[in-house]
């Protein structure tokens, strides 16, 4: 990367684009093809040396959280849910019409 290059990820950093917009840019416009990753290598190594071009990022550097880390709560959980084991014995003899199951009925 020439000084050059990194003078305009700096400029559009500071612009508040992201490194994919950067890096699509550039190889759109510039005829010069990097990665979003070299991107972000050459911000945390301007961090490393104790300037602060990564505080023009967008997401500040948080870190996303895992879907998985709250079982309890969010997308696809069902309070009070009660297991299939403990359904009535009259769903199983399937007399009434909302028992069926779907695949059980022809269209």
């Not at 290059?5 to 990097?34: A, D, H, R, Y």
């Not at 991107?39 to 990564?54: A, E, H, K, T």
Request: charged content about 30%.
């Amino acid at each position: 990367m020439t000084p050059q290059v990194i003078e305009l990820i700096n400029l559009k950093l500071n612009k508040k684009w992201s490194p994919e917009q950067i890096s699509g840019w550039l190889e759109l416009n510039e005829s010069f093809t990097i990665s979003h990753e070299t991107v972000y290598q050459d911000i945390w190594r301007d961090n490393q040396r104790g300037d602060m071009l990564f505080t023009a990022l967008r997401r500040k550097c948080k870190k996303y959280q895992s879907p998985h880390k709250n079982k309890q709560s969010g997308r696809g959980f069902i309070k009070n849910r009660v297991s299939i084991d403990e359904r009535p014995q009259v769903v199983d003899d399937r007399s009434r019409i909302g028992d069926w199951k779907i695949d059980l009925v022809k269209c």
